[in-house]
């Protein structure tokens, strides 16, 4: 079996809003090294559950910690060859934006997505990753992360695995398992997810897909609304409708790119 762990910082235990590299916390190498030692503990539980290999994506922002993962794995980059695996795990994932505990919650551009619900519901960087997945059959067999990432979990995929490792109490504070703890808890769960692979369905919805997403500054309203298929809905909300969640994965990744300047540091308002 082949498993891909898909990596974040934001909720891994003890990353708060200092660990998100701010110079002036000094927190942000601590951080790394607690995601580090949920991830390594997420290779360790796949691999005690029956694994024989473990792909591990590395986001460039949030490089890894190499003395603290001691167990072996395939760096990977690619974030699309996950539709070649077993299995699909998330390790330090956030929830959605804009929900009141979700530990520096966000949607990709953390400055300017306000929602993005699909069919109703709210979805996440999560959701979107693990919708591609199981286009490809590919089941998420484990979540490792805040509160409000295990309560999308459940709605969107139901069951399957859920490490809560961190609670928020609104974007900046959050209530964090002690490091070893988190790790046991990660351990344990990525293994059971590994033996009740058979029984996790892929993640799915009933087609056809009606995105309403929802946006800071009416100009990126403006200017997704002329992408071919995007209707206005008000002065900061546009929407679309996909026939699967490749096209809807795809359609996001555009829409993402109109949005990059007001997401930088030189953005005017």
Not at 35 to 44: F, H, Q
Not at 170 to 191: D, F, H, M, S, W
Request: glycine residues 10%.
């Amino acid at each position: 079996m082949r498993i891909y762990i898909m990596t974040d910082m934001e909720a891994a235990s003890g990353s708060l809003w200092g660990g998100y590299g701010l110079p002036q916390s000094g927190e942000g190498d601590r951080s790394l090294r607690y995601m580090s030692g949920e991830i390594n503990a997420a290779i360790a539980g796949a691999k005690a559950g029956g694994a024989e290999e473990v792909h591990v994506f590395e986001v460039g922002h949030h490089p890894f910690v190499a003395d603290v993962i001691s167990e072996t794995y395939t760096r990977s980059t690619d974030m699309f060859a996950v539709r070649d695996m077993d299995g699909l795990m998330f390790v330090g994932q956030h929830g959605p934006a804009g929900v009141r505990d979700g530990v520096l919650s966000h949607c990709s551009c953390g400055k300017t997505v306000m929602s993005l619900r699909v069919n109703g519901h709210n979805v996440g960087e999560m959701g979107l990753f693990a919708g591609y997945a199981g286009h490809f059959d590919v089941p998420t067999l484990m979540v490792a992360g805040d509160r409000s990432v295990a309560r999308e979990t459940e709605d969107l995929i139901g069951d399957t695995e859920i490490a809560c490792v961190t609670e928020g109490l609104g974007n900046n504070t959050a209530i964090c398992l002690a490091p070893k703890a988190a790790q046991r808890l990660v351990y344990e769960k990525a293994k059971a997810g590994v033996r009740r692979a058979s029984a996790i369905a892929p993640m799915t919805m009933t087609p056809p897909l009606n995105v309403e997403y929802r946006v800071t500054y009416c100009v990126i309203a403006d200017s997704l609304e002329r992408l071919p298929g995007v209707r206005r809905k008000d002065e900061r909300t546009v929407e679309y409708t996909c026939e699967n969640w490749l096209e809807l994965h795809e359609m996001f990744h555009i829409t993402v790119m109109a949005q990059q300047f007001w997401d930088s540091r030189i953005a005017s308002c």
